[in-house]
T-cell receptor
Framework: AQKVTQAQTEISVVEKEDVTLDCVYETRDTTYYLFWYKQPPSGELVFLIRRNSFDEQNEISGRYSWNFQKSTSSFNFTITASQVVDSAVYFCALSGNNYGQNFVFGPGTRLSVLP | DVKVTQSSRYLVKRTGEKVFLECVQDMDHENMFWYRQDPGLGLRLIYFSYDVKMKEKGDIPEGYSVSREKKERFSLILESASTNQTSMYLC??????????????FGQGTRLTVV
């Protein structure tokens, strides 16, 4: 069975601080895909990144960066110099490679960035 | 601009009513999903469909059914609404690519209240 754990329920930081959101996953698949989504107060989930299991290269996109470590089954997300607009619930998700596979989501981490 | 559209943003129904939640996507995606989101529980999969007339139970299918007669439309049906089905319902779709699922695109959500 597949499972995604986000141990941090809520995090509060002050603007300009760096913050890392943790994601740990479980799967028996050798090929799988990991995702991060952002859910701002408006409610609609916004896709941030997709990573496949064969690509352990870290990725940076502006203030966002992702650290994928297969050895520890983790896919952590760091926001550098956080801003108030980063306040949202962030979800990590996992999908397999087989026909008819769905997405398994973690419980989410609520990030509050205070001015 | 890609779109997943849910028929209602807010809905109030009475206990025992039959409720239809409609979702339409314009991206020609094979996969469609219905999730419910509750505080502290994240997104839980109710049903998903990877092709027309195909459906698979998710983690919490009890009290729900689905219909997918056309590729672009995926309906969630509450056969007899109960107060414990008060929740945010999220529809999503994704492409089933050669390399696994692409990211899921989400609708704006339907906040259902059963009184």
């Amino acid at each position: 069975a597949q499972k995604v754990t986000q141990a941090q329920t809520e995090i509060s930081v002050v603007e300009k601080e760096d913050v890392t959101l943790d994601c740990v996953y479980e799967t028996r698949d050798t090929t799988y895909y990991l995702f991060w989504y952002k859910q701002p107060p408006s409610g609609e989930l916004v896709f941030l990144i997709r990573r496949n299991s064969f690509d352990e290269q870290n990725e940076i996109s502006g203030r966002y960066s992702w650290n994928f470590q297969k050895s520890t089954s983790s896919f952590n997300f760091t926001i550098t110099a956080s801003q108030v607009v980063d306040s949202a619930v962030y979800f990590c998700a996992l999908s397999g490679n087989n026909y008819g596979q769905n997405f398994v989501f973690g419980p989410g981490t609520r990030l509050s960035v205070l001015p | 601009d890609v779109k997943v559209t849910q028929s209602s943003r807010y809905l109030v129904k009475r206990t025992g009513e039959k409720v239809f939640l409609e979702c339409v996507q314009d991206m020609d995606h094979e996969n469609m999903f219905w999730y419910r989101q509750d505080p502290g529980l994240g997104l839980r999969l109710i049903y998903f469909s990877y092709d027309v007339k195909m459906k698979e139970k998710g983690d919490i299918p009890e009290g729900y059914s689905v219909s997918r007669e056309k590729k672009e439309r995926f309906s969630l049906i509450l056969e007899s609404a109960s107060t414990n089905q008060t929740s945010m319902y999220l529809c999503a779709s994704s492409l089933r690519g050669v390399g696994g699922n692409t990211e899921a695109f989400f609708g704006q959500g339907t906040r259902l209240t059963v009184v």
